[in-house]
């Protein structure tokens, strides 16, 4: 597995407000798109495109259009929501599918409670969306189902990683096979006892939409 962070001043601006405990819902909600936007351009940066030919009106112009068959966007649920407008702003051509998936606060185990993804998605280039990397748990079954169920090669996008995660994701894909990146906007110092990001911005599913 590749991994970036992306260094950016604009990318740790935003993040340094979206941790601070005292940045209400709306606000919460509007940078975590305003950086997905910002990740965005990194994630795609091997998205697939066809040439193409387009009169100017002065002269032929040689281009690129995003190729077929589109490229699947899946946010993991709920979290992972408060991610999909900004990533399709710039792939308007996406389709997107839904994992909803639960992490249980007591084993840390990750359980997927629901599964809508386009019929046939073999051959696809995929972009996951979670805020938050912590155990790696839920990231790494979100990954193997979308590779049991054919998808060619997998960006996932997370604002906020732990190390740990990042060296589990790497223990389990690490071997070859397919290929798979993350792009994140922060690689943070640990998790604490509870299986939270240190220093993190706290529960991202409840900053979004309130307490569950
Ligand atoms: O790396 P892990 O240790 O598996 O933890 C990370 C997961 O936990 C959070 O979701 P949560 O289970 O809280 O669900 P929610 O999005 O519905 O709040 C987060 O959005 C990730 O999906
Ligand atoms: O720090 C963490 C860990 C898991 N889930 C979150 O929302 N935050
Ligand atoms: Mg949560």
Same mark, same amino acid.
């Given at each position: 597995?590749?991994?970036?962070?992306?260094?950016?001043?604009?990318?740790?601006?935003?993040?340094?407000?979206?941790?601070?405990?005292?940045?209400?819902?709306? /606000?919460?909600?509007?940078?975590? @798109?305003?950086?997905?936007?910002?990740?965005? =351009?990194?994630?795609?940066?091997?998205?697939?495109?066809?040439?193409?030919?387009?009169?100017?009106?002065? +002269?032929?112009?040689?281009?690129?259009?995003?190729?077929?068959?589109?490229? $699947?966007?899946?946010?993991?649920?709920?979290?992972?929501?408060?991610?999909?407008?900004?990533?399709?702003?710039?792939?308007?051509?996406?389709?997107? !599918?839904? $994992?909803?998936?639960?992490?249980?606060?007591?084993? $840390?185990? +990750?359980?997927?409670? +629901? /599964?809508?993804?386009?019929?046939?998605?073999?051959?696809?280039?995929? =972009?996951?969306?979670?805020?938050?990397?912590? /155990?790696?748990? /839920?990231?790494?079954?979100?990954?193997?189902? $979308?590779?049991?169920?054919?998808?060619?090669?997998?960006?996932?996008?997370?604002?906020?990683?732990?190390?740990?995660?990042?060296?589990?994701?790497?223990?389990?894909?690490?071997? !070859?096979?397919?290929?798979?990146?993350?792009?994140?906007? +922060?690689?943070?110092?640990?998790?604490?006892?509870?299986?939270?990001?240190?220093? !993190?911005?706290? @529960?991202?599913?409840?900053?979004? =939409?309130?307490?569950?």
């Amino acid at each position: 597995m590749k991994t970036l962070v992306v260094d950016h001043p604009l990318v740790a601006h935003k993040l340094t407000a979206l941790r601070d405990a005292r940045t209400d819902s709306q /606000t919460f909600r509007r940078l975590t @798109d305003e950086l997905v936007t910002l990740l965005a =351009y990194e994630a795609t940066r091997d998205v697939r495109v066809t040439e193409v030919t387009v009169e100017t009106p002065v +002269a032929e112009a040689h281009g690129v259009r995003l190729a077929r068959p589109a490229p $699947l966007v899946v946010p993991i649920l709920r979290a992972g929501l408060g991610m999909l407008e900004g990533m399709t702003r710039l792939l308007p051509t996406a389709e997107v !599918g839904f $994992l909803g998936m639960i992490r249980d606060e007591g084993t $840390l185990k +990750a359980e997927t409670y +629901a /599964t809508r993804l386009p019929e046939d998605i073999s051959g696809r280039q995929c =972009y996951v969306l979670d805020p938050m990397l912590a /155990t790696g748990g /839920t990231l790494a079954a979100a990954v193997s189902l $979308l590779f049991d169920r054919g998808t060619e090669d997998i960006t996932a996008l997370c604002l906020v990683s732990s190390p740990e995660g990042v060296a589990h994701m790497e223990r389990v894909f690490g071997g !070859g096979g397919r290929p798979l990146r993350l792009v994140t906007a +922060a690689l943070d110092e640990r998790l604490n006892e509870a299986g939270y990001i240190v220093p !993190g911005l706290g @529960d991202a599913g409840d900053r979004l =939409y309130g307490v569950a």
